[in-house]
């Protein structure tokens, strides 16, 4: 992926850091301008179109949803809105979930890295979503057998792929390996707009897990 103009810097170097450990130094020194940064001047709309697909299908404010990779808690945000306040969000970036709790919008934080194992019990959520956090040097698709893993039967996961990502990693091969063994179906799926100032689109699904 190379660096255009139109990419914001911080977001390139997010893109292409060599590991988990200059990725959480990268997002310490970003987190107080995260948001300002994503939404003014990248024009991220990965929360906003994740959510809003969730919501099509998701009617009881009272379900418990997992916010996997919530960041500073934009997703949490739009969901609080809608009257949804049973989320928990999970996040490796310590001080990304610190911008997170002030925003009071969550059930409880916790810091985890979605490249391993989640620590919750099998079918402990009602819905997973996931935005913004399938994306170059951050998590790949293994995450999507973890989030199946942890939701209920009948609950639904929404999640954005950044265009990049979804064409060098196996995100395809996973999902369809996953509706081959009945642990999901697909409901949509679509290519659309992502970071609307800089050009970058994702592939944004819905499952819902069998």
């Not at 009257?83 to 970036?93: C, I, L, P, R, T």
């Not at 979605?114 to 170059?136: M, N, P, R, S």
Request: include cysteine.
């Amino acid at each position: 992926m190379k660096n255009t103009k139109s990419m914001h810097p911080t977001v390139f170097n997010t893109l292409h850091s060599s590991g988990q450990e200059e990725l959480e130094s990268l997002y310490k020194d970003w987190a107080k301008k995260y948001d300002y940064d994503v939404i003014e001047l990248i024009g991220y709309i990965g929360h906003i179109i994740a959510t809003e697909l969730l919501l099509k299908y998701l009617k009881n404010p009272e379900l418990r949803i997992l916010d996997a990779g919530c960041g500073t808690g934009l997703v949490g945000g739009v969901l609080s809105q809608k009257g949804f306040q049973n989320v928990v969000g999970v996040d490796f970036s310590q001080a990304m979930l610190e911008q997170a709790g002030d925003k009071d919008v969550y059930q409880s934080l916790e810091l985890a890295d979605l490249t391993e194992e989640f620590v919750f019990e099998d079918k402990t959520f009602d819905a997973v979503i996931c935005a913004g956090t399938f994306t170059c040097a951050h998590v790949g698709p293994d995450a999507l057998i973890e989030m199946v893993r942890v939701t209920k039967i009948g609950g639904y996961i929404s999640f954005t792929v950044r265009e990049q990502e979804w064409d060098s990693a196996p995100y395809a091969e996973v999902i369809a390996r996953l509706e081959a063994l009945g642990k999901w179906q697909r409901i949509e799926q679509c290519f659309t707009e992502y970071n609307l100032k800089e050009g970058a689109s994702c592939q944004l699904c819905l499952y819902r897990v069998c």
